[in-house]
């Protein structure tokens, strides 16, 4: 989101937690509640940066009543703006057996560094199968688009039109071979018809929270 107001480091953290966290709250969240859900000590400090986010126009308190605090219709339609700017995260991708490939498109902000100048999207990792090569369960993944790879690359593999999975692949005119990264787990074997590469790997996220 941009500001022409400058906040703090720590006024942008909440904030943007509000933002990533809006659907999760039935209500407004009072300070008590977003103390315990950010995981913070200070119910004072917090007061502090949400007074800021109101004086800043991103932010609003409701009456006493309800104690509670929500994102102004500004501050929603700004970050709806901003946010179709960024990559599109799409959902889940198997690092193990085959899942249900997902589709709930949303946007997240990835450095130009890790994804390329072409049409990228973000799925999020589930399972071990490519932990020896360091990703692991939960994390994000940046994929460039497209319906080809070559031998050794990690790709995402649609099998059967209907799961999708995170693996290198290996082609060869009588089978496409789909190779975890887990020394304890098999390959798994295809016809050539049955796979369709959906996109390469080119980037990596992690959150340690």
């Given at each position: 989101?941009?500001?022409?107001y400058?906040?703090?480091?720590?006024?942008?953290?909440v904030?943007?937690?509000?933002?990533?966290n809006?659907?999760?709250?039935?209500q407004?969240?009072t300070?008590d509640?977003?103390?315990?859900?950010?995981?913070l000590?200070?119910?004072?400090?917090?007061?502090k940066?949400?007074?800021?986010?109101?004086?800043?126009?991103?932010?609003?308190?409701?009456n006493?009543?309800?104690r509670?605090?929500?994102?102004?219709?500004?501050?929603?339609?700004?970050?709806t703006?901003?946010?179709?700017?960024?990559?599109?995260?799409?959902?889940?991708?198997?690092a193990?057996?085959?899942?249900?490939?997902?589709?709930?498109?949303?946007?997240?902000?990835?450095?130009?560094?890790?994804k390329?100048?072409?049409?990228?999207?973000?799925?999020?990792?589930?399972?071990?199968?490519?932990i020896?090569?360091?990703?692991?369960?939960g994390?994000?993944?940046?994929i460039?688009?497209?319906s080809y790879?070559?031998?050794?690359?990690?790709?995402?593999?649609?099998?059967?039109?209907?799961?999708?999975t995170?693996?290198?692949i290996?082609?060869?005119?009588?089978?496409?071979v789909?190779?975890?990264?887990?020394k304890?787990?098999?390959?798994?074997?295809?016809?050539?018809?049955?796979?369709?590469?959906?996109?390469?790997?080119?980037?990596?996220?992690?959150?340690?929270?």
């Amino acid at each position: 989101m941009q500001n022409i107001y400058h906040l703090t480091r720590k006024q942008q953290q909440v904030l943007d937690f509000l933002l990533e966290n809006q659907d999760q709250f039935l209500q407004p969240p009072t300070l008590d509640e977003l103390c315990l859900a950010m995981g913070l000590k200070s119910r004072g400090s917090l007061h502090k940066h949400i007074q800021e986010l109101i004086n800043a126009g991103y932010i609003e308190a409701l009456n006493r009543r309800q104690r509670g605090v929500r994102l102004t219709a500004q501050c929603l339609a700004e970050n709806t703006v901003a946010s179709e700017t960024g990559t599109p995260f799409v959902g889940a991708i198997a690092a193990g057996m085959p899942i249900e490939a997902l589709e709930n498109i949303r946007y997240m902000n990835v450095p130009d560094e890790i994804k390329t100048d072409k049409p990228c999207y973000i799925l999020q990792v589930k399972g071990d199968s490519m932990i020896d090569d360091g990703i692991f369960d939960g994390d994000w993944v940046i994929i460039e688009q497209q319906s080809y790879a070559s031998n050794g690359q990690i790709v995402v593999a649609l099998i059967d039109k209907a799961d999708a999975t995170l693996k290198y692949i290996e082609q060869y005119p009588h089978e496409t071979v789909l190779i975890p990264a887990n020394k304890h787990m098999q390959a798994m074997r295809f016809h050539p018809k049955q796979v369709e590469i959906q996109g390469v790997l080119v980037g990596q996220m992690r959150s340690y929270k």
